[in-house]
């Protein structure tokens, strides 16, 4: 009864549309019939562009009708599909919006997949509280400060100390927390991954990870001082890794190179990120709580296709910016950036 009433709603809309574009063809012809008066021709042009600008609106619009009256792609229903848990560390700086920007949009186009973004702050900030709110996202934001002797410092190497720890394992808190819940539960299902908010991702990525059923790996580029480091695969199964540094690590694995299923996360409440590891140790301090490297499931076509790449962004210059600020001209402070 409803999907009739519907269906007869659309076509009164869509006769609605043809009577008024047909008005709207009679309009144009009318004004197009050739007038002498030369001081006419302004006001008749600007009716003529306005005109067509409707015209082009009803076509559009007819357009989404026409669409909207189309069979829908056979997808599964959504709830059929894990969830994706993607915990993000983030921290204030000049490049932060850009890059949330950047990794928003990117997960917009993800079916079902839950936000977890970490400030490393002593509060939530306004920036990213007002930036998740219009985000259009589904997200929990939560913030725990670096402690400051594991900070990094102004002018420190970027290698000298781990970053994003004590967010991460937040994000893990929380979500032990959250899925409190009977094993074997639906609550349960879901895969969580750790993605940096500087990286790139492609939406082929969250695909092949949904999957993944203890913990899945592949390929990820531009890391290490190589073109790509990767799990080697043979007959199915992880045999070792291809990275030009200390390949004896238990993973020799990049943060956004694997993910792993809610459930062993809620199996293994003591597994966590180390921030005392070595330098990169910070993944195999997690890992070897969890899995050993022959229970690995290689995705991305046997570990062949890179699908996110370990970009890193420039920091900006502010030079002009400095100089301007001592002659009282800088940026408006109130605009955010
Ligand atoms: C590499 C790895 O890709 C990271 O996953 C790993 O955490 C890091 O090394 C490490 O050894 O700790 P890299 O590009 O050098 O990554 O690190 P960043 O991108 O600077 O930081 C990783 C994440 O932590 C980012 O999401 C960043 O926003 C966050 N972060 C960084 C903080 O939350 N606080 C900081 O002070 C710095
Ligand atoms: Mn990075």
Not at 90 to 104: G, I
Not at 125 to 138: H, I
Not at 141 to 169: C, F, I, M, Y
Request: charged share 25%.
């Amino acid at each position: 009864m409803a999907a009739r009433m519907k269906l007869k709603l659309k076509t009164v809309f869509v006769l609605y549309f043809m009577v008024s574009l047909m008005g709207l063809i009679y309009a144009l012809m009318q004004l197009g019939q050739h007038c002498d008066c030369a001081e006419h021709d302004l006001p008749k042009d600007r009716a003529i562009s306005r005109l067509q600008e409707e015209l082009y609106r009803l076509q559009g619009q007819i357009r989404q009708l026409e669409k909207a009256k189309q069979p829908e792609k056979k997808q599964p229903p959504k709830s059929s599909l894990s969830t994706i848990f993607v915990i993000t560390p983030t921290y204030a700086r000049l490049v932060q919006k850009a890059e949330l920007t950047r990794l928003s949009q990117t997960f917009l186009h993800v079916p079902q997949l839950h936000w977890i973004l970490v400030e490393d702050s002593p509060r939530k900030t306004p920036l990213v509280s007002n930036f998740l709110m219009k985000s259009g996202l589904t997200y929990t934001h939560l913030n725990v400060p670096t402690a400051k002797e594991r900070k990094l410092q102004e002018g420190d190497p970027s290698w000298l100390k781990p970053r994003g720890v004590e967010q991460r394992n937040e994000g893990l808190r929380w979500l032990r927390e959250d899925r409190k819940t009977e094993p074997g539960d639906d609550g349960q299902q879901g895969v969580v991954y750790f993605a940096d908010d500087d990286n790139t991702y492609s939406l082929q990525l969250f695909e092949e990870m949904r999957s993944t059923q203890r913990v899945s790996v592949w390929p990820v580029g531009l890391v290490g001082g190589m073109k790509f480091e990767s799990p080697v695969v043979e007959g199915g199964k992880v045999v070792r890794f291809h990275t030009g540094w200390r390949p004896s690590r238990p993973f020799p694995m990049d943060m956004a190179g694997f993910a792993v299923s809610l459930r062993l996360v809620l199996a293994n409440l003591d597994a966590c990120f180390d921030g005392e590891a070595p330098m990169g140790f910070l993944e195999s301090s997690l890992l070897k709580g969890l899995v050993t490297v022959d229970e690995l499931e290689p995705k991305a076509d046997n570990c062949t296709k890179v699908l996110v790449w370990h970009t890193r962004t420039e920091k900006p210059k502010m030079k002009r910016e400095e100089a301007l600020q001592v002659q009282g001209l800088g940026s408006d402070p109130a605009v955010e950036v």
